[in-house]
């Protein structure tokens, strides 16, 4: 075939070269769209191969490559090969996947490693068989079973940019005798990076580890294979019905192999060892097989470097085999420390151990090296063995190129920079530089004493890191031949040991089991290996003796236990002594719990084999090779792929039975008490292990190997889920009847059949929600009803199922990821909205798809005449469209909530009267387009605003603003109010605002040319939530940018939507598509508004509002289902201050979690043991305005996190406590660290301080005012409302969690801060028309004088520390300590600090200095400092160190000082005679400058984000007398200035971003000449 790309390509791809090179257009802009694919289809062993011409940094992922069924000349081309269907194959990294999902992990060389210049082919075999080339050496088969007509696929994807065909055909390698070509069906195998072995002549490998095991140091030669016989023939006698895995033939070679030529014999470094049979190939022997007691290599690099693979070396002591080395060591030397090491390092057990000497003192100078270089494949493994508990950071492991006789050894390892790669944490470090943020799971710092560290140096170059057994995969793709280990006591590690594997018993005995766990027979004398048991022999499931640290087997491996339950919570894992049998269940039997912990057994399969895994603590920590059911959920390699799968093993009982079984299709299946639960994996490998995982409360299990009572396993009933999907076989046969609907095994990607085709679900339910479309197996005929019921909803989502029909085939169908998303030939009903081809024909049908709940019924029917009918429960809802074609398939969108739906029984011909469109009486007319919408504008509206179509359509007549208007009546709970935009005027910029109020429009003045402000933005009477452009705004405040599409790009026929959700958050849907939450705790009396702003002059109402009889039947929502109608109040009242009722006797109720202990007459609360189990509830329910406070009386630093707090809304005698609060998933609203959560969803964050960072002694508050919204109090200050709609009655709850360990009831009240007494704390005049809405929008700046929240803020006292070493007199400073205020995150949000506040005539915003610290100054008295504090702005000043004392002494901001915020007027000659510049001059003209110089100016800003900047206020380095370390600091000044005084000005700095959210750039800047125009109020200081 021609070596050419096809013409047709992905769209950023350009050809030339006569179609031979491709490159990505927009390398640095895009990603992605960069697929090409072969002119021609691939010839069998043709190898299309490309070369690398181009690579970027910017992206991750590289090239990818792999073949597809898919012929390009019609290809609609996704944005990546992994998005290829339909019979594709594509090798990604070194992964191999197939129609996008992975079939194999780790295959061949990593593609993202490759460079510029490397070349990269494909390759079809004559066996189906699919092999990928890198740079002319085959990586072996990737996948089998490939179709003749394929074509070659390469994504340009990532850092490739440019690759060109270089040739597309057979390699010359390939041509072999057909003598020696191996038997279809069999792989090689890679034994150490060499393929020299197969799965055949097991044989030769057993007596070549026998003979090793019984040389005594005679010198004899090994017999090689001739160099073209690199696959031997495969043994006949293979059953072919038993396979192992790759990774299992691996090991048993390697092993095999390994005890040869690991011989610990002293008889020579380089001999070579024989078996027996003294022949030679002709080529001689090799050195490079010379003997290694460390490595476990065949055919490595020498450790000098000069063993190349195809050296030749006859000597029987040569030097340059695989263990030669510079130094002159022999080749079995022992891997141990070398005596050149760390100054505080102390080695001991002949170098083996190395321990870090005065490790209380000390955490570094601890580095050690090994006394050789590494093998290739030689593990080099290391164990804990003490760590101290004082310093942060731990061990850290790695290889280095320097030779440890010539180092100069530094402090760390890390601090050199050249030749050295370290694990760090969980990152790797390449020359001291982090190159692999996130390397693995596991962080070396979390380790502890007794867990094992290794490294291997593959022969690839590939560096792995190794914890506790288990492979992190590749750490470094190119590592240098010749590197040393080398180890770093750092921080907490303190002493480690060398772990020798490799004497001679110990690895016998090893080997002998990896050959005994997978064939019985191995060890007796024959003449083959057979890797099948005997048929006739009955071979009892047992557990393997290798088990859990905790674990014990016992009653002759039958039974499984932890002998010490109570002790320790995992270290349970055992496995089955054999792999299982496809169709074999594995069944046990919980025979013992204990109730301490959370958690409880989990069960599963791996590809590991028991006789050489190391065990991790818990199943789910391996990343390879497994699959686990925990809780209700299953986990692959350790992540989630299914979240609501079965049964929750978490609640099973002694006496419960769980089970496991894989099926000879691949799926893997789980029972618990017999019943099975369904497909919970597919394409799982045939030879698995059974894992049992004796994990927190299950501390026995027994094999039921008793299978009589086992109910057969199910093929097409609905207790037996079989999947049919485009990855797995289809159950469903041909036997079925024709008229017996089914849905069809083509479906949506998250989308799973089930039961024989009968029932559907949605997978990952809590993550995904959408990409769930099902359809039916053939078309419905006239009259026939396609019925559904809902099985299963989740209160996640938004939306619902959707339900209709299309007249696509499935087989045409390209499953888009909701169904209204197709644009043709396509009718589907959502919500209450008929639409066809994803556009809306008609609201208001008679029902409402997303009101319905679980057990609700729906049908389709197309009628004779061409009608569709939906049917809610047996019900016609009547015609909902008609003229249907008569082919139509039945379509199920599993959107939203709705997660899982089954076929009825009434599927089927309905009767014969129905089968036609004569039935009426529910029939819905299609009503006019003003007739039909319900929503209606409110008569009250700007000025510039004409309602027409009776309050349908609003059109703004003049002006660009003064177009609000509102909606006719309040939002229900998610009813969207949406509107469609008619007129747009280019004239005008902006566009249209929209969001919701709680703003009464029948609260304004009847007349409608006043009351309302002329923008949407402007509305402050009450609380206003708006979308602007793309910024969310609450009362004009910014809340949050770049929220969605923008506003602003809206065009005539845009549809724009807006709806208050029952988590109480505010969402905006733009042309249908939600944008998801804008805003957060948004009121429940709200009424939608919207501004004609600007370019938008006309819009009309598109949406409905919900019926009565709809509304009757929806389920109640999360934030008014325990509410009375009563409580509800359509006027909106304007909050006040709650007056606080007389205390009343509050209690801890006796039913509580199991670790709470009741003292103190049931006021005081402890938790006794473990972090969880600690929840609490209050006997009497919580009065509305009663403030219930309790102490935190001690914290356990042990713990990470602390206690969470919140209310219940219903009663908690009879309540079942689980381990924590956030599993509250009923009526229970919940404070955890600085977030509140309702029903274990998070409603609203950053709301008042991290609950974690309260210490011993804060006194914590609950207060559920008068319009049922719930406040927190910390220490007497109310934090503001948390949450709204908190039913009557309800109980405080609290949760005594990690550090909190005991708490106690205040019986007094404490005043609450805000009301009569917390009025004070502000100085200066609070005048009612500062408060708006209950928020403080004229807050006043001093310090309150009766409340430091947090008094021992170490970095208050850290910025303290730092002003006196400016040794500052202490008369300029305010002498009351109060008024120094903190502005770190915790004390602020302690405080309840709004961001930004308002301050003198006129009011003027101005930002709080979040991260400074302020240090109140002395006012001198002759000052009109009570005018000054009423009336003056507020501003900011940076400056230096070196002007802060003259400052302070004028007392004012004055000429000549050194801030480069200030202008001097005399010109100062510098030391040489020249001028020094002016610190903070403008660059002004010559004439303007001098004119200037007359009168000073000063700068300054109403934010410290501009002041504090480091041109402004330079950072000085200064050591902290206390912890000795060495610290950056700025200070500043806050200052009052004279309204008037200055001159707004834009910034100087050329910045293009915004410097601040709430200030534009051109007004940051403030500028005054005045004398006497300011005043100094405090010193600020930051400290980094």
């Known amino acids: 075939m021609a070596a050419e790309l096809h013409p047709r390509s992905g769209k950023l791809i350009g050809l030339s070269n006569s179609n031979r090179t491709a490159q990505r257009n927009q390398p640095v802009q895009e990603f992605n769209h960069g697929l090409v694919l072969s002119r021609e289809p691939l010839r069998d062993q043709d190898v299309f191969t490309v070369r690398i011409d181009k690579k970027v940094n910017s992206w991750s992922g590289s090239v990818e490559i792999g073949v597809t069924a898919l012929d390009p000349s019609c290809l609609d081309f996704p944005s990546s090969a992994t998005g290829l269907k339909g019979g594709s194959w594509i090798v990604s990294g070194c992964s191999v996947l197939r129609d996008g999902r992975s079939v194999l992990e780790e295959y061949g060389r990593d593609l993202d490693q490759l460079a510029e210049g490397d070349?990269?082919?494909?390759?079809?075999?004559?066996?189906?068989?699919?092999?990928?080339?890198?740079?002319?050496?085959?990586?072996?088969?990737?996948?089998?079973?490939?179709?003749?007509?394929?074509?070659?696929?390469?994504?340009?994807?990532?850092?490739?940019?440019?690759?060109?065909?270089?040739?597309?055909?057979?390699?010359?390698?390939?041509?072999?005798?057909?003598?020696?070509?191996?038997?279809?069906?069999?792989?090689?195998?890679?034994?150490?990076?060499?393929?020299?072995?197969?799965?055949?002549?097991?044989?030769?490998?057993?007596?070549?580890?026998?003979?090793?095991?019984?040389?005594?140091?005679?010198?004899?030669?090994?017999?090689?294979?001739?160099?073209?016989?690199?696959?031997?023939?495969?043994?006949?006698?293979?059953?072919?019905?038993?396979?192992?895995?790759?990774?299992?033939?691996?090991?048993?070679?390697?092993?095999?192999?390994?005890?040869?030529?690991?011989?610990?014999?002293?008889?020579?470094?380089?001999?070579?060892?024989?078996?027996?049979?003294?022949?030679?190939?002709?080529?001689?022997?090799?050195?490079?097989?010379?003997?290694?007691?460390?490595?476990?290599?065949?055919?490595?690099?020498?450790?000098?470097?000069?063993?190349?693979?195809?050296?030749?070396?006859?000597?029987?002591?040569?030097?340059?085999?695989?263990?030669?080395?510079?130094?002159?060591?022999?080749?079995?030397?022992?891997?141990?420390?070398?005596?050149?090491?760390?100054?505080l390092i102390k080695l001991s057990n002949n170098n083996k151990t190395a321990e870090r000497r005065r490790p209380l003192d000390e955490f570094n100078n601890g580095v050690v090296m090994t006394n050789r270089p590494l093998r290739h494949n030689e593990m080099f493994e290391i164990r804990i063995d003490k760590l101290v508990d004082k310093w942060s950071g731990s061990i850290e492991i790695g290889v280095t190129t320097h030779n440890p006789n010539n180092l100069d050894y530094p402090a760390t390892m890390t601090n050199l920079r050249s030749g050295t790669i370290m694990m760090s944490g969980c990152g790797i470090l390449t020359n001291g530089k982090g190159t692999r943020r996130e390397y693995c799971e596991f962080s070396l710092d979390e380790l502890q004493e007794g867990d094992h560290i290794g490294l291997m140096h593959k022969a690839s170059g590939a560096l792995h890191f190794y914890i506790n057994g288990i492979d992190q995969g590749v750490a470094s793709a190119q590592t240098p031949a010749v590197v040393y280990g080398v180890v770093d006591l750092y921080g907490m590690a303190v002493k480690v040991t060398i772990v020798h594997n490799h004497n001679h018993s110990d690895r016998l005995r090893r080997n002998n089991a990896i050959m005994r766990a997978l064939s019985p027979d191995v060890g007796r004398p024959r003449h083959t290996l057979s890797l099948t048991s005997d048929p006739d022999t009955t071979d009892r499931l047992l557990f393997h003796s290798n088990c859990g640290q905790k674990a014990a087997i016992i009653s002759e491996g039958r039974t499984a236990l932890r002998p010490h339950a109570t002790d320790d919570f995992n270290h349970g894992v055992v496995l089955s002594g054999r792999p299982l049998r496809s169709n074999e269940v594995f069944q046990v039997r919980i025979d013992k719990m204990v109730d301490k912990w959370a958690g409880s057994i989990e069960i599963g399969v791996t590809t590991h084999n028991p006789a050489y895994l190391q065990l991790p603590s818990t199943m789910t920590n391996l990343r390879s090779g497994t699959w686990m059911m925990?809780?209700?959920?299953?986990?692959?390699?350790?992540?989630?792929?299914?979240?609501?799968?079965?049964?929750?093993?978490?609640?099973?009982?002694?006496?419960?039975?769980?089970?496991?079984?894989?099926?000879?299709?691949?799926?893997?299946?789980?029972?618990?008490?017999?019943?099975?639960?369904?497909?919970?994996?597919?394409?799982?490998?045939?030879?698995?292990?059974?894992?049992?995982?004796?994990?927190?409360?299950?501390?026995?299990?027994?094999?039921?190997?008793?299978?009589?009572?086992?109910?057969?396993?199910?093929?097409?009933?609905?207790?037996?889920?079989?999947?049919?999907?485009?990855?797995?076989?289809?159950?469903?046969?041909?036997?079925?009847?024709?008229?017996?609907?089914?849905?069809?095994?083509?479906?949506?990607?998250?989308?799973?059949i089930t039961n024989g085709g009968r029932t559907a679900f949605r997978q990952n339910c809590r993550s995904e929600f959408n990409d769930a479309i099902v359809i039916s197996n053939r078309c419905l005929r006239d009259g026939e009803l396609f019925e559904i019921v809902i099985q299963k909803m989740v209160d996640r989502w938004s939306g619902s199922i959707e339900a209709g029909v299309t007249a696509i085939r499935p087989e045409e169908l390209e499953f888009p990821n909701t169904m209204t998303d197709i644009d043709y030939d396509t009718w589907m009903l959502s919500g209450t909205a008929i639409m066809q081809d994803g556009n809306t024909m008609r609201n208001n049908y008679g029902c409402d798809l997303d009101s319905l709940t679980t057990g609700s019924r729906i049908g389709m029917m197309r009628s004779a005449t061409g009608d569709l009918h939906y049917y809610i429960n047996g019900v016609d809802q009547g015609v909902a469209c008609t003229g249907l074609p008569p082919e139509v398939y039945a379509v199920i969108d599993l959107y939203g909530q709705c997660v899982q739906v089954s076929i009825t029984s009434s599927s089927g011909p309905l009767d014969n009267s129905l089968c036609t469109s004569n039935i009426t009486e529910k029939s819905f007319p299609i009503h006019s387009p003003v007739a039909s919408v319900a929503h209606r504008l409110h008569s009250k509206h700007g000025k510039n605003v004409v309602l027409l179509g009776e309050g349908c359509q609003a059109v703004r007549v003049g002006g660009y603003a003064h177009g609000i208007v509102f909606s006719a009546k309040e939002l229900k709970t998610d009813e969207l109010f949406e509107v469609k935009i008619d007129e747009v005027d280019n004239q005008w910029s902006g566009s249209l605002h929209m969001g919701l109020t709680s703003l009464a429009p029948p609260e304004l003045p009847s007349c409608p040319m006043s009351g309302l402000s002329p923008s949407l933005t402007q509305l402050r009477t009450k609380v206003t939530w708006l979308l602007v452009g793309s910024e969310v705004r609450r009362n004009g405040v910014l809340q949050r940018q770049n929220y969605g599409a923008s506003l602003d790009r809206l065009m005539v026929g845009n549809r724009v939507g807006v709806k208050r959700c029952s988590d109480d958050t505010m969402h905006v849907l733009i042309d249908g598509e939600d944008m998801g939450p804008a805003a957060t705790a948004v009121a429940k009396n709200v009424y939608a508004v919207l501004d004609l702003y600007g370019r938008v002059t006309a819009v009309s109402i598109v949406s409905s509002s919900v019926l009565g009889d709809a509304e009757s039947i929806k389920a109640p929502s999360l934030s008014s289902d325990s509410c009375s109608d009563g409580e509800e109040d359509s006027t909106p009242v304007e909050r006040t201050k709650p007056a606080l009722v007389p205390n009343t006797a509050m209690a801890f109720l006796e039913n509580h979690g199991k670790n709470i202990q009741l003292s103190n007459q049931n006021l005081t609360a402890a938790r006794v043991s473990s972090y969880n189990q600690g929840l609490l509830v209050t006997a009497q329910p919580l009065p509305r305005q009663h403030l219930f406070q309790f102490q935190i009386d001690r914290l356990n630093p042990s713990w990470t996190s602390s206690l969470s707090l919140g209310v219940i809304g219903h009663s908690p005698d009879r309540l079942n406590f689980p381990s924590t609060a956030c599993c509250l998933k009923r009526s229970a609203w919940l404070l955890q660290r600085d977030s509140v959560f309702h029903n274990s969803l998070k409603i609203c964050e950053n709301y008042g301080p991290n609950l974690d960072t309260c210490p011993e002694g804060t006194v914590l508050g609950l207060l559920v005012d008068g319009n049922s919204c719930l406040h927190l109090h910390v220490n007497g200050m109310d934090q503001g409302v948390a949450a709204q709609d908190i039913p009557t009655p309800c109980y405080p709850l609290i949760d005594l969690y990690g550090q909190c360990e005991q708490v106690t009831i205040v019986t007094n009240n404490v005043p609450t801060m805000g009301g009569e007494s917390g009025e004070a704390r502000c100085q200066g005049d609070m005048e009612k028309a500062d408060m708006v809405d209950g928020i403080k929008e004229s807050v006043c700046w001093t310090p309150p004088p009766d409340v430091n929240p947090n008094k021992t803020c170490e970095y208050q006292a850290l910025c303290s520390r730092f002003k006196d070493l400016l040794t500052l007199p202490d008369g300029y400073f305010n002498e009351d300590a109060k008024y120094n205020l903190c502005?770190?995150?915790?004390?602020?949000?302690?405080?309840?600090?709004?961001?930004?506040?308002?301050?003198?005539?006129?009011?003027?915003?101005?930002?709080?200095?979040?991260?400074?610290?302020?240090?109140?100054?002395?006012?001198?008295?002759?000052?009109?400092?009570?005018?000054?504090?009423?009336?003056?702005?507020?501003?900011?000043?940076?400056?230096?160190?070196?002007?802060?004392?003259?400052?302070?002494?004028?007392?004012?901001?004055?000429s000549g000082t050194s801030s480069i915020f200030s202008v001097s007027p005399v010109k100062m000659e510098g030391p040489n005679g020249y001028s020094e510049p002016e610190e903070n001059s403008n660059s002004l003209p010559d004439r303007e400058r001098d004119r200037d110089r007359e009168v000073p100016r000063v700068q300054l800003s109403p934010t410290m984000r501009y002041s504090g900047l480091e041109m402004f206020a330079p950072k000085v380095q200064f050591r902290d007398p206390r912890s000795h370390c060495c610290h950056q600091a700025q200070v500043g000044f806050q200052v009052c200035v004279r309204p008037g005084s200055y001159k707004v000005g834009p910034q100087k700095l050329g910045a293009s971003e915004p410097l601040d959210p709430r200030f534009s750039n051109t007004e940051i800047e403030w500028i005054t000449k005045e004398q006497g125009g300011t005043l100094l109020y405090g010193l600020l200081i930051r400290v980094e």
């Open 119 to 343: 070349r990269v082919g494909i390759q079809r075999s004559t066996r189906g068989e699919l092999h990928l080339w890198v740079n002319g050496h085959d990586c072996g088969a990737a996948a089998s079973g490939l179709p003749t007509r394929l074509w070659a696929v390469v994504d340009l994807y990532g850092k490739c940019t440019q690759v060109t065909v270089v040739s597309c055909e057979p390699p010359s390698s390939m041509e072999r005798d057909p003598e020696r070509e191996t038997v279809e069906g069999h792989e090689e195998v890679v034994v150490c990076g060499v393929r020299e072995v197969d799965t055949g002549d097991l044989t030769s490998v057993v007596n070549l580890a026998a003979a090793a095991n019984g040389t005594n140091g005679t010198t004899e030669q090994v017999p090689e294979l001739p160099p073209t016989h690199d696959r031997p023939e495969f043994p006949n006698n293979i059953d072919p019905e038993t396979v192992l895995t790759e990774h299992q033939l691996f090991d048993v070679f390697n092993n095999a192999i390994v005890s040869l030529y690991r011989s610990e014999d002293e008889g020579g470094g380089g001999r070579d060892l024989g078996g027996g049979t003294g022949t030679d190939s002709g080529n001689g022997s090799r050195g490079d097989r010379g003997s290694s007691s460390g490595g476990g290599a065949v055919n490595s690099d020498s450790g000098g470097g000069t063993g190349n693979t195809g050296s030749t070396n006859n000597s029987p002591a040569g030097g340059a085999g695989l263990g030669a080395v510079t130094g002159g060591m022999t080749t079995n030397d022992a891997l141990l420390f070398h005596e050149k090491c760390g100054t």
């Open 1383 to 1454: 502005y770190c995150e915790s004390c602020h949000k302690l405080r309840g600090d709004e961001a930004y506040y308002k301050r003198g005539e006129p009011l003027r915003d101005y930002a709080l200095p979040f991260g400074w610290c302020c240090f109140a100054l002395r006012i001198k008295p002759h000052c009109e400092v009570s005018n000054a504090f009423k009336k003056w702005h507020i501003a900011y000043h940076g400056t230096s160190v070196g002007a802060l004392r003259r400052t302070l002494d004028h007392a004012q901001l004055l």
């Open 630 to 752: 925990t809780g209700n959920g299953v986990m692959h390699n350790g992540t989630t792929i299914l979240d609501e799968y079965g049964h929750n093993l978490d609640r099973l009982k002694a006496g419960d039975t769980v089970g496991v079984v894989r099926k000879e299709d691949g799926s893997l299946h789980f029972f618990v008490n017999g019943v099975a639960q369904g497909p919970a994996a597919w394409n799982v490998p045939p030879s698995v292990y059974a894992v049992v995982d004796l994990y927190g409360q299950a501390a026995q299990a027994t094999i039921m190997d008793d299978m009589a009572d086992l109910p057969p396993l199910p093929e097409d009933s609905s207790e037996g889920p079989t999947v049919m999907s485009p990855g797995s076989p289809c159950s469903v046969a041909g036997d079925n009847s024709a008229n017996d609907l089914r849905f069809h095994q083509l479906h949506g990607t998250n989308a799973v």
